[in-house]
């Protein structure tokens, strides 16, 4: 629905917050994406996400490097071409098995990944194969 009101990208976002830990790594990586990428306050990523074909193409086009984090090449040129974006809140069932592979150690290296590469190594030199999105959208 919102994705047909003319918005670029919509997240899902849980209404359902998990537990202490997934909170809090949800709050650093959007601090992080607002700080390094200019997201508005207030908005929030997350890997549940709609995106128009030329968002996608424009992510993924000509990026090398040794990480990839599509939520952050989505906004990392947005302030030459914005990107409209939108939350979508809906309601996470609980698991019925497994457990979350998230633990402080994770998301700590998560977070640093993304500093590193989106902050301090803007330009991204060495090469690796992207997913296979770029030949899925041409």
Not at 93 to 113: I, Q, V
């Amino acid at each position: 629905e919102k994705a047909l009101k003319g918005y670029d990208v919509v997240y899902g976002i849980p209404k359902r917050r998990g537990n202490l830990l997934r909170l809090l790594g949800g709050r650093m990586r959007d601090m992080l994406f607002s700080c390094l990428l200019g997201v508005p306050r207030g908005m929030r990523v997350s890997s549940l996400r709609v995106m128009t074909a030329a968002v996608a193409r424009r992510a993924v086009s000509g990026r090398k490097g040794s990480f990839f984090y599509l939520s952050a090449e989505i906004y990392k040129n947005s302030r030459r071409r914005p990107v409209r974006t939108a939350n979508l809140s809906y309601i996470q069932r609980e698991r019925k098995e497994g457990k979350s592979g998230y633990s402080l150690s994770t998301l700590a290296g998560l977070w640093g990944r993304i500093f590193w590469h989106y902050a301090l190594r803007r330009d991204n030199a060495d090469a690796k194969t992207l997913y296979r999105i770029k030949e899925i959208i041409k």
